[in-house]
């Protein structure tokens, strides 16, 4: 067959094997349990350099029903042996490469406790547990080894029943070399040193009964901060070389213990608090029960904390010390109810930490996340046909999770919605819970019927999308409001509030109403013209709003609207403009606003206008007090291509510098993008600046990828070869593909680019093959040569999210591949078989069923 015959072939039969294998996600449900596990122990030794462990798991249970087998999860296992912890007899078992299915000889007797022991070995797991060292290509990289357990990875590298609605207690009895720190999840028992003085075991036991994805296990070199909390020991592991940032990242800990502890009236619940920062982790926090897991980014200088915080990551994770630890979702159709409750976390330290404007600048930013996040509008909160547990991990369970919550507690009241809160978490401590019970026990509480709210925003898609138009009728002294539900389907039922403003010295007035329709019309009384008309001034309504009003209402409201809700409102509606006055208008907000998140929003209106006098005002911003008014300015000044006087300004502002690393990164970036041949000196330069999550490298290799210079494909390569920082490398392959989509290249320089992306595919970490990935999904038909090594990551690759990224990029380049017509035929002949083999089927069963006694046969 002619080679190119042969390749139309392999594409035909790649899209019928796609066609063949599509089947329907099934619908979901919480696992089923034969037993009641009681208690897992484990005593490992940890060969950090081999990259491996080994030892024995006692596992206790009570069956809860009569069963002669039990199957534990346990992935790649090498299973020496399992035995009656009280006999000391073998038990008969197999081990599948998933599970250790262990054959007991008779069925064991309903509720008594049984233990049993899993000799076994794990070496480099392909999840679950992280090992790192130093190489030839990664000298500096720290010996470490940490674990990461959600959704379902920690069934890698100890035996469990690995689901969220099997609670146990857990210790962990770790043999490392003297000089290594292990953390795990309890109180610390023990550390005692070996006879051969060169190990140490540490001895960590959780007492209170928690999940298996929540067991943790941390071993490296640290400094260990330490303080107390009511008794509590609180701890901080952190890199050597950051013992002096500390204080500064994590100093607000104790605070936010006592603040939740009063907010949820539930005092935090478990032993001890530690928080670990590790090498290149996989997530940004774990809430490991009594010992979170963050990722390096987590640490900040002082320069980093001009205009960034890590408060709001150690706010969710230490929330889900509650909302996920204490009280953990059934299944993972309800991980709302961990993900929710931890965002609202973030927001509620921010309103007790930094004011009401930085709050409700949060909670539209949230909103926005809520909105306009993967799935939101094709897949409700609550989804029982999830793809995998991975696939409920997005703005559906974060921001939109946080966002219910909000508004319930805006519906109920402060006072009702925390107590009912706290009546949820003391009724389902150390318990699991699903959605039904979380309204239940909120009914219980306020005695308010909440069937309709909940069915609304947890079991439907989407959100409310309004046209909400107001005008004053001065005859009848009333204010006409018609309200409009445009998405489609069914009206969500809401109350809305509107405020009415004059300039008189009266009081404003606030008037709700209960929308149930798609479209309404009512009327509010007013004995003048109101100065300002706002639409939920509370910002307690999740919803897409649409304002029509005259634009008089709107400049008042621009200028001196009572919230930074209200002004950043108009000022989105004023980046609809492009009337002269409106301009004015926008470059009076930036400059004189009080709020610096009102001016960012100004500046990037002004971006979107466009026009000298936009470009004038962006220019004069880069001189703001407040850094994050400066990045916001910087990054509007981007769009303004081919603007001498603004590159002109970029570049003066880059040469003096700035205070903040983000500001400086902006000022990078957006000197590339208003450029349409950038120099690449500066982006070179900029790679020698070490930084806060290496923002400013990072911005340097966007730019590099943008950039035409033959040198710039050199660099790129460099940097995205194994021995520069993860999160270099990652933008490094990303800015290659748009390099190679956009430069004059050779054709030999291009294989030698593509040889690079196709390296990256099979060495570090999850993000970098996820950015090879990536990557290769972007340069199309040009990837071509990588598709066998995509279909095997989209196979066996062991993080759930690298499988998709492949999946994904597989079906993106088919789909620029040109295909045969033969295929066309193929998939006629392919549906014919289909149709014939149901009736078949359905032919033999019907054959099989009168052939079956149904007194004696089974079918």
């Known amino acids: 067959m002619p080679l190119a015959r042969q390749g139309s072939l392999w594409v035909i039969l790649v899209v019928v ?15 089923d349990r034969p037993i009641d596990v009681k208690h897992i122990r484990l005593d490992l030794e940890v060969f950090l350099e081999d990259r491996k462990i080994a030892g024995d798991a006692t596992i206790t249970f009570a069956p809860l029903r009569s069963v002669r087998s039990v199957r534990f999860d346990a992935v790649d296992h090498v299973v020496e042996s399992v035995r009656d912890a009280k006999t000391k007899k073998d038990l008969s078992f197999e081990n599948t490469g998933k599970q250790i299915v262990v054959d007991f000889g008779e069925p064991l007797p309903v509720g008594e406790e049984f233990s049993l022991i899993i000799d076994y070995a794990v070496r480099e797991p392909k999840a679950g547990l992280y090992f790192f060292g130093p190489s030839e290509k990664e000298p500096d990289e720290p010996l470490m080894v940490w674990s990461q357990g959600e959704p379902i990875s920690n069934r890698h590298w100890f035996p469990s029943l690995d689901h969220p609605n099997e609670r146990q207690t857990t210790e962990i009895l770790a043999t490392v070399p003297e000089g290594i720190e292990v953390l795990s999840n309890g109180r610390l028992v023990s550390r005692d040193k070996l006879g051969d003085k060169r190990r140490v075991r540490y001895h960590w036991k959780q007492s209170k009964p928690h999940v298996a994805y929540l067991v943790t296990l941390v071993a490296g070199r640290f400094n260990v901060g330490r303080t107390q909390w009511r008794g509590i020991p609180v701890t901080f592991y952190v890199p050597p070389d950051r013992q002096a940032d500390i204080e500064r990242t994590f100093g607000r800990t104790t605070k936010m213990l006592d603040f939740f502890s009063e907010r949820f009236g539930i005092d935090y619940p478990w032993e001890k608090y530690a928080q670990v920062v590790v090498h290149d982790f996989i997530a940004g926090g774990m809430e490991n029960t009594s010992a979170t897991t963050l990722y390096d980014r987590v640490m900040h200088d002082e320069r980093a904390m001009l205009d960034s915080s890590p408060d709001w990551l150690i706010a969710h994770e230490l929330g889900h010390q509650w909302w996920g630890d204490l009280v953990t979702c059934k299944d993972w159709s309800h991980l709302w109810l961990n993900e929710g409750f931890a965002t609202l976390c973030e927001l509620l330290w921010s309103e007790e930490a930094e004011g009401q404007d930085e709050y409700l600048y949060s909670l539209l930013r949230k909103s926005r996340a809520a909105r306009g996040g993967g799935g939101v509008k094709t897949r409700p909160i609550v989804d029982r046909h999830y793809r995998n547990p991975r696939s409920m991990f997005d703005a559906r369970a974060y921001p939109k999770g946080a966002w219910v919550l909000h508004m319930l507690r805006h519906l109920l009241g402060d006072d009702a919605f925390f107590e009912a809160v706290a009546s949820y978490g003391n009724e389902y401590r150390y318990r699991t819970a699903e959605t039904a019970d979380f309204r239940r026990s909120l009914e219980r509480s306020t005695g308010r019927s909440l069937e309709r709210f909940f069915y609304d925003w947890t079991q439907r898609p989407g959100h409310p999308e309004l046209e909400v138009e107001s005008k004053y009728l001065p005859e009848d002294r009333l204010v006409q409001v018609d309200v409009k539900q445009t998405q489609e389907g069914e009206p969500f039922q809401f109350p809305l509030t509107f405020e009415l403003r004059t300039d008189s010295s009266d009081a404003s007035r606030r008037l709700t109403h209960q929308i149930t329709e798609k479209e309404v019309r009512f009327f509010l009384p007013a004995a003048k013209a109101p100065t300002m008309i706002l639409v939920d001034p509370d910002v307690a309504l999740l919803a897409d709003l649409k304002e029509i009003k005259s634009n008089d209402l709107w400049k008042k409201q621009a200028l001196e609207g009572p919230s930074v809700v209200d002004r950043i409102r108009a000022v989105e509606h004023f980046a609809e403009s492009k009337s002269p006055a409106d301009v004015e208008l926008l470059t009076e907000v930036l400059k004189n606003d009080s709020f610096q998140g009102v001016r960012s929003e100004a500046a990037a209106a002004l971006a979107k206008v466009g026009g000298e006098t936009a470009s004038e005002a962006l220019i004069a911003a880069l001189e703001d007090d407040h850094p994050k008014v400066r990045r916001s300015a910087a990054k509007a000044l981007g769009d303004f291509v081919g603007n001498d006087e603004v590159v002109a300004a970029l570049s003066k502002a880059m040469k003096k510098g700035d205070k903040s690393y983000f500001v400086e990164a902006e000022l990078l970036e957006a000197f590339v993008n208003c450029q349409r041949f950038p120099e690449i000196r500066p982006l070179t330069d900029a790679l020698g600046k070490t930084s806060h999550g290496e923002v400013i490298r990072r911005a340097a290799l966007r730019g590099l990828g943008k950039s035409r210079d033959p040198i710039a494909l050199d660099v790129l390569l460099e940097w995205s070869s194994q021995g520069k920082p993860n999160r ?68 066996q690759d062991p993080d759930t999210r690298v499988r998709e990224l492949a999946e994904k990029s597989l079906a993106k380049i088919k789909a620029e591949t040109p295909v045969p017509v033969e295929l066309g035929e193929l998939q006629e002949e392919l549906e014919k078989l289909r149709k014939g083999n149901k009736l078949l089927t359905e032919r033999l069963e019907k054959l099989e069923s009168k052939s079956l006694d149904p007194l004696t046969e089974t079918k």
């Open 17 to 31: 094997g796609t066609i063949v294998g599509e089947e329907k996600t099934p619908y979901r449900t919480a696992a």
């Open 728 to 795: 270099c490398r990652v933008e490094a392959l990303r800015a290659l593909a748009n390099y190679l989509r956009h430069a004059d290249i050779e054709e030999k320089e291009k294989k030698l680019a593509l040889d690079a992306i196709a390296g990256a595919l099979n060495e570090g970490g999850p993000r970098v093959r996820g950015a090879a990935i990536e990557t290769l999904r972007d340069l199309g038909r040009e990837s071509r040569p990588a598709l066998p090594v995509l279909a095997s990551l989209a196979k």
